[in-house]
């Protein structure tokens, strides 16, 4: 069970709007930056955003995240086909001095 | 372009260690911190602790401390994970990933060194 509670699954059809929430407490998201990561199928993890709502270079700004207290979102509007991967957030816990991972939401694009 | 290369897969006997290698490019080495994070198949990722190839600092998960160490050397290029008294437990995809003073911001990442445990 994850400190970070994700949802297992979400799934939208290409062209759509999907969320995928993020929830913690004032030890971590409630004090920390949030992080969010897709793992494509048989690759490693890629930054997706990091500082909460921050897109590194390359990163389509259909991608964006929002952050709200204790809990934060990843949105993925215009969805695409390349889009199906599984999705990380992540940040550091002050109690428990490490980084925690969500245990991840696998979007399945119909 | 910034590159962490990891080590090939490995196969070990419980009680076993393991090293696994990250050889890294493109960037000032000693600028930046390094990361090691594990995945079980089919599952998600666990973060394992952090060094500083600068200073030599480290700063490990509570749930491996006594049992991991972190090193690098820095004429290399190549920081290194050494986990010992391996268990099935510890079967997993193991990568190293870059970071700049925000734990938590990992960028980018090795392609990952599966380590098996196994009789």
């Known amino acids: ?17 999907v969320t995928i929430s993020c929830s913690g407490s004032s030890s971590n ?11 494509l199928p048989g690759t490693a993890p890629k930054l997706l955003i990091f500082r909460n709502n ?5 990163v ?3 991608f964006s995240a929002s952050k709200s207290d204790s809990s934060t979102s990843l949105a993925i509007s215009g969805l695409r086909p390349e889009d199906e991967a599984d999705y990380y957030c992540a940040t550091w816990d002050d109690s428990l001095s490490r980084v925690l991972f969500g245990g991840g939401t696998k979007l399945t694009v119909l | 372009q910034v590159q962490l ?3 090939g897969a490995e196969v070990k006997k419980p009680g076993a260690s393991v090293r696994v ?6 960037y000032m080495f000693i600028n930046y911190e390094i990361n090691w994070v594990r995945q079980a198949t089919g599952q998600g990722l666990e973060w ?3 060094m500083n190839p600068d200073s030599g600092k480290t700063g490990y998960s509570q749930q491996f401390q006594g049992r991991i160490t972190m090193t690098s050397d820095n004429t290399k290029t190549t920081a290194y994970m050494e986990l010992r008294n391996l268990t099935s437990a510890d079967t997993a995809v193991y990568y ?4 700049s003073g925000f734990l938590g911001w990992f960028d980018p990442w090795g392609q990952g060194t599966l380590v098996t445990v196994s009789s």
């Open chain 1, 1 to 17: 069970q994850s400190v970070l509670t994700q949802p297992p699954s979400v799934s939208g059809t290409p062209g759509q709007r």
């Open chain 1, 54 to 58: 921050r897109r590194p270079s390359g």
């Open chain 2, 96 to 99: 190293c990933a870059r970071s």
């Open chain 2, 48 to 50: 394992l602790g952090w």
């Open chain 2, 5 to 7: 290369v990891q080590s």
């Open chain 1, 29 to 39: 998201i409630g004090s920390n930056y949030i992080y969010w990561y897709q793992q």
């Open chain 1, 60 to 62: 389509p700004d259909r």
């Open chain 2, 21 to 26: 290698s990250c050889r890294t490019s493109g």
